[in-house]
């Protein structure tokens, strides 16, 4: 079963607008931790923001928040006052806590296009 | 610069090749990671190292191997290339199990033909 879904294969924004990108997770486990990740078109691999299980607030990180509902398992990235450098996939992933040293699960991406 | 550094950036190996993936890290993190990504995919895990002399199987290590002699490096060892390992490697790494791999090399695009 699929640990992390994003249903979202590609998203556009105008510039300076907020964006949601959906995520959500399942897993059995009360201590995880949720990832949001930027790839832009250069490859790399750049780290946002996390949010663990336990956390009380929803994270922020800068233009980046992470709307966390551990109700409904989503971890949604928020990104306020888009600009055009945000264009790039984004990946959400988790990591069960308790599960041994299990590695990261990442979902298949979201393409985010910024447009002026 | 600190952070992890992946050589080469590309290569093309002929089906049946094998060759050797480097990736260094320069920030003593005792966790140290491969994975791949395929295209229009998210990244799957192949090895991973919890300190030098240890390491263990991802998600998919079927034709990997690796190696962890120090705490800097973390080789990735391909051996008779195939056609389905044509995809692009990242290596990364983290301080401890708690934290994110935060740290991710550039990457290497490989293509087997």
């Known amino acids: 079963a699929q640990k992390i879904t994003q249903t979202q294969p590609g998203m556009f924004v105008q510039e300076k607008e907020a964006v949601t990108l959906d995520c959500t997770y399942d897993t059995s486990d009360p201590s995880y931790g949720l990832f949001w990740y930027k790839q832009p078109s250069s490859g790399e691999m750049i780290f946002l923001i996390y949010q663990g299980s336990y956390d009380q607030q929803n994270a922020t990180e800068g233009r980046y928040s992470l709307n966390f509902q551990k109700a409904r398992k989503s971890a949604n990235l928020v990104i306020s006052a888009s600009q055009l450098g945000d264009s790039a996939m984004y990946f959400c992933?988790?990591?069960?806590?308790?599960?041994?040293?299990?590695?990261?699960?990442f979902g298949k991406g979201t393409r985010l296009s910024v447009i002026a | 610069n600190a952070g992890v550094t992946q050589t080469p950036k590309f290569r093309i190996l002929k089906i049946g090749q094998s060759m050797t993936l480097q990736c260094t890290q320069d920030?003593?993190?005792?966790?140290m990671y491969w994975y791949r990504q395929d295209p229009g995919m998210g990244l799957k895990l192949i090895y991973y190292s919890v300190g030098a002399g240890i390491t263990d199987k991802g998600e998919v290590p079927n034709g990997y191997n690796v190696s962890r002699s120090t705490t800097e490096d973390f080789p990735l060892r391909l051996e008779l290339a195939a056609p389905s390992q044509t995809s692009v490697y990242f290596c990364a790494s983290s301080l401890d199990r708690a934290g994110p791999e935060a740290f991710f090399g550039q990457g290497t695009r490989l293509t087997v033909v």
């Open positions: 992933a988790m990591r069960e806590w308790n599960s041994g040293n299990t590695p990261l699960v």
């Open positions: 920030m003593n993190h005792n966790y």
